[in-house]
Structures are given as C-alpha cells and as structure tokens.
C-alpha cells in the first residue's frame, strides 16, 4: 500500500510538471482550447498527423487538469471535455473546423446527409482523426444505410481537405465499395415519427382489455 501511494504521489507531480503551462481554469482554458483548435485545424490541413496528435494529447491533458487531475474528462454534461467542446462548437449549420463539433448537411451526388462532427475528444480520442455520424435528411429516398444513420471512423483526409469534404469522400467510397454503387430504401419504422403521433401513442389512454 505504502508502495502504491508513493507511485500516485509521483505520477501526481509528473503530471502537475507536465501540465504547468496549461490553464487551471475555464475561463482561460476556452481561448486557450481554441488556439489548439485552429493549430490542430492548420495540421489536418496539411496532413501533419503527428503534429495533429500531439495537439490532441495536449487537449486531453488540458481536460485532465481542469479534471482536478481525475481522467473521466467525459463523465457527464458538465464535465471538463464537454464544457470545451459547447463552448467551442461551430455554429449549427456551419462546417467546423478540425477539432471543433459541429453539425451541417452536405449533398452527396444530389443525396443530403446531416453530419455531426466529433471534435478532439471524440470516440476516436487515440487518433487525430475524428469520427462523424451520417444521418438521413429526406427518409422517403434512397440512401446508403437502411435505418437513416450510421457512424464512420475509417480513413484520413488527403491535404486541404475540410471536414465537409472528408465526409462526403468517406460516403462517396462507402457507396461505390460496400454497396456497389446502390443506394437502399429506409425502412419505415426508422422514419421519423411526427409529433402528434408520438404524442398520441405515449399519452393516451389505453383501452381496457
């Protein structure tokens, strides 16, 4: 025990040492996270992964401390890697930049898809690269998953590439590869169910058998 305790105190110091130039506090560690955005969003750019890694430790690390040092940077809606991410996020609608969450629609050979980006602290936490969910805008016409959704963490972008067009290239190859080129129908019970219904089917009464 004695043993155990002497090797928390020190991992402890090395990662007070490590983290000494990173803010303590929210209200710097926002500007802060956003300068590690756009770094991170000039080495996505130009395809510089190691440097895009690194930025990614150093987010982590800046979560982490913030954390009181304790790693579940990600264990509810106000913790540390959350309160970054709601503060940074691009506007709904818009395309973030690399690192940023953010949700907009693009049109993949004349088929729209709702994306919501994941921003350094992704699913993908361990890679540069971040996943994104892909979510049907029209349910009634073909699309490449049958329940109007699916998630993608596969492949790097190429330079210059935003996140808007990795996603629609990451699409592109999924239909031509996986599904040979054919789109399939979604299957009803995935549509969207419209809020009258939804209302109707929780709140009324049922009949008494």
């Known amino acids: 025990m004695t043993q155990l305790s002497f090797t928390a ?34 080495a996505m750019r130009a395809c510089d992964f190691e440097l895009a890694a690194k930025l990614s430790e150093e987010a982590h690390d800046l979560a982490v401390k913030l954390n009181n040092g304790e790693i579940g940077i990600l264990a509810d809606d106000d913790s540390p890697g959350y309160v970054l991410e709601r503060e940074t996020a691009a506007p709904s609608g818009t ?43 029209n349910y009634d016409e073909p699309f490449f ?23 629609a290239e990451i699409i592109r190859q999924l239909i031509a590869e996986d599904l040979k080129g054919k789109l399939r129908l979604i299957e009803p019970r995935y549509h969207p169910q419209p809020i009258e219904e939804a209302h109707d089917a929780c709140c009324t009464p049922r009949p008494p058998t």
């Not at 953010?102 to 890679?127: L, P, T």
């Not at 998630?151 to 996603?167: I, L, N, S």
């Open 145 to 167: 998953s049958p329940t109007g959704y699916r998630h993608f963490y596969r492949g790097a972008p190429t330079p210059d590439m935003t996140p808007a067009t990795y996603a």
């Open 9 to 42: 105190i020190f991992a402890a110091e090395a990662f007070e040492n490590q983290t000494a130039h990173l803010p303590a506090a929210m209200q710097e560690a926002v500007p802060y996270f956003w300068q590690l955005i756009e770094r991170n969003n000039a």
């Open 95 to 137: 395309v973030p930049q690399w690192g940023q969450t953010g949700d907009f629609i693009i049109e993949v050979d004349g088929m729209k898809v709702r994306i919501e980006m994941e921003g350094i602290f992704g699913i993908g936490m361990s890679s540069p690269i971040p996943g994104f969910a892909a979510h049907a805008v």
